[in-house]
């Protein structure tokens, strides 16, 4: 949350961060978001239980009254339901730690670990109902050590979040970006020629 914002405090960002909402009182963005100047809105999920459809209902009323046209989720940890979504389908964001759609879910720096691939790193995608999928829009990749941790991995991985968070943001909300089906193009294209070896080669 504080890169996007601070990527959109710069002027030729194509997007305003008018918003901050946690369903928890206790969620550390609350303060930070507070500090930059922008407001927030708590909608505790627990006095709705399992009825996710009451608690969006509420949600859905704060977001028309800001005005909000689209939804950047981070550790947003409570699931929507399939008729949220899809009346917010290509305008909710989510990120997540791993290369998608390679270990969806909980902890994927351990599931990456236990794998023993040599690349992981952080994707983000428009939210569709099933979890941690959804057209991919940008990847950004880190090696695997061999003495990695899960908490260390999850640390460089995070590092790569905060940069291609607010890039794939700036595509979005730019128009640069166009969903085709299940996949998602970008409006004349890209070809940044880089790679990643790991382990490295000479």
């Known amino acids: 949350m504080a890169a996007l914002v601070e990527a959109a405090a ?42 996710r459809a009451a ?14 046209e689209l939804i950047c989720l981070g550790g947003f940890m409570r699931l929507f339901t399939a008729e949220f979504v899809q009346r917010w389908y290509g305008r909710m964001l989510n990120i997540h730690p791993s290369l998608l759609p390679s270990f969806p879910g909980l902890e ?20 569709i109902p099933e979890t941690d999928a959804g057209p991919i829009l940008m990847q950004g990749a880190v ?24 890039a794939a943001l700036r595509l979005v909300a730019g128009g640069q970006i166009r969903i085709e089906g299940e996949l998602c193009k970008t409006v004349g294209g890209s070809d940044s020629g880089a790679s990643l070896i790991s382990p490295a080669v000479r």
């Open 108 to 127: 994927p720096q351990a599931q990456a670990l236990r794998a023993g691939v040599k690349i992981s790193g952080a994707t983000v995608h428009f939210v």
């Open 10 to 51: 710069a002027a030729d960002f194509p997007a305003e961060i008018v918003l901050v909402i946690s369903n928890r009182a206790d969620a550390g963005g609350l303060a930070r978001a507070a500090a930059f100047g922008i407001p927030t809105l708590v909608i505790d999920s627990k006095p709705f239980g399992r009825d």
């Open 55 to 68: 608690f969006e209902e509420v949600l859905q009323s704060a977001l028309d009254q800001h005005g909000i």
């Open 143 to 166: 090696a695997v050590r061999d003495d990695d941790t899960p908490q260390t991995l999850a640390e460089r991985i995070l590092a790569i979040e905060h940069r291609i968070y607010p």
